[in-house]
């Protein structure tokens, strides 16, 4: 009878040693779906941050060309003033 109990025993802890480690693994798969979870979130956000610091280059993009179609016409607009006061000058003489 007793040896009976000590192979009981001794048949358990394989069981009782895979348990465990199944346990240890659905703990793991658990904090992997949690941390999975977490990286996509933040790959979410920083997708829209990537759209959003786009729009704003092509908005800068565009800004700075107007910027300098403005200044052309600045440069033109002054070119031709000073083309009329010099007239006006030789006028006066």
Do not use: C, F, W, Y
């Amino acid at each position: 009878m007793v040896k009976q109990a000590a192979l009981r025993t001794v048949d358990l802890e394989p069981i009782d040693r895979l348990e465990e480690k199944i346990k240890l693994l659905v703990g793991m798969l658990a904090r992997l779906r949690s941390e999975q979870a977490k990286a996509a979130d933040e790959n979410a956000r920083l997708a829209q941050e990537i759209n959003a610091l786009r729009a704003r280059l092509a908005d800068s993009e565009h800004a700075t060309s107007e910027i300098e179609t403005l200044r052309g016409e600045r440069e033109m607009i002054r070119s031709r003033v000073s083309d009329m006061l010099d007239q006006l000058e030789h006028l006066s003489i």
